[in-house]
């Protein structure tokens, strides 16, 4: 079985341009999450959802940010336009029913450096 | 509010030897708890998990972690340490249906 899978595994970019991630989760996983580590930080949540619907986005920073999720499988989280703080890991992850009570299986993340 | 504290950001030990990675909660309600390790350039993996069940969990690779309510803590200990097990450790606290909240990680080097 493929695991969560996430594209690219390595972005560099100038401020102010913009970026897409992809996320591919374990298939048949109706939830999916985004996660974001800034350097020095800890992991923190930005946005679940289930299918294609946005379940929590409570962790989203700002609206520079947006996901989605079209057709319930891959979701991508777009970056519009790039900070520099903005710089740091970002994970996805899939899990068959909601935290807590299912396993969420991680991808290895994408490093996003902007300059 | 949920919150999750690693004490320790770096642990060095020498292999045979015994591992403690250390780590207190803060949950309103009954929690769950759980232990992410991430090996270089790979993805987080579970390690092990508490859900109300018994207090002491085993988990992969030779790890387990006791749940202790009296002190809000849920260490994770392995009784020999393995080269292979150098990578960083991550303490997350969860209630149901809600997102996992991430300690800040605790880097474990191990020596031969």
């Known amino acids: 079985e493929a695991g969560v899978t996430q594209f690219p595994s390595h972005s560099v970019i100038e401020k102010g341009q913009t970026v897409t991630l992809r996320c591919d989760p374990i298939?048949?996983?109706?939830?999916l999450y985004w996660y974001r580590r800034v350097m020095g930080k800890e992991i923190k949540f930005l946005l679940h959802?289930?299918?294609?619907?946005?379940?929590?986005e409570s962790g989203m920073p700002n609206n520079r940010f947006l996901a989605e999720r079209t057709g319930g499988t891959y979701s991508t989280l777009k970056v519009q336009p790039a900070e520099l703080e903005d710089s740091g890991v970002y994970f996805c992850?899939?899990?068959?029913?909601?935290?807590?009570?299912?396993?969420?299986?991680f991808g290895p993340g994408t490093r996003l450096t902007v300059t | 509010a949920q919150s999750v504290t690693q004490l320790d950001s770096h642990v060095s030990v020498s292999e045979g030897t015994p591992v403690l990675l250390r780590c207190n909660y803060s949950?309103?309600?009954?929690?769950?708890l759980f232990w992410y390790v991430q090996h270089p350039n790979k993805g987080l993996q579970l390690l092990l998990k508490y859900t109300s069940a018994a207090t002491l969990v085993k988990g992969i690779n030779g790890f387990e972690a006791e749940f202790k309510k009296s002190e809000t803590s849920f260490h994770l200990t392995k009784p020999s340490a393995h080269m292979s097990d150098a990578a960083e450790y991550f303490c997350?606290?969860?209630?149901?249906?809600?997102?996992?909240?991430f300690g800040k990680g605790t880097t474990l080097s191990v020596s031969s």
């Open positions: 298939s048949g996983h109706d939830n």
């Open positions: 992850a899939s899990s068959l029913g909601p935290a807590g009570f299912y396993e969420q299986y």
């Open positions: 997350v606290v969860n209630q149901a249906g809600t997102a996992l909240i």
């Open positions: 949950s309103s309600y009954s929690p769950s």
């Open positions: 959802f289930v299918k294609e619907s946005k379940q929590d």
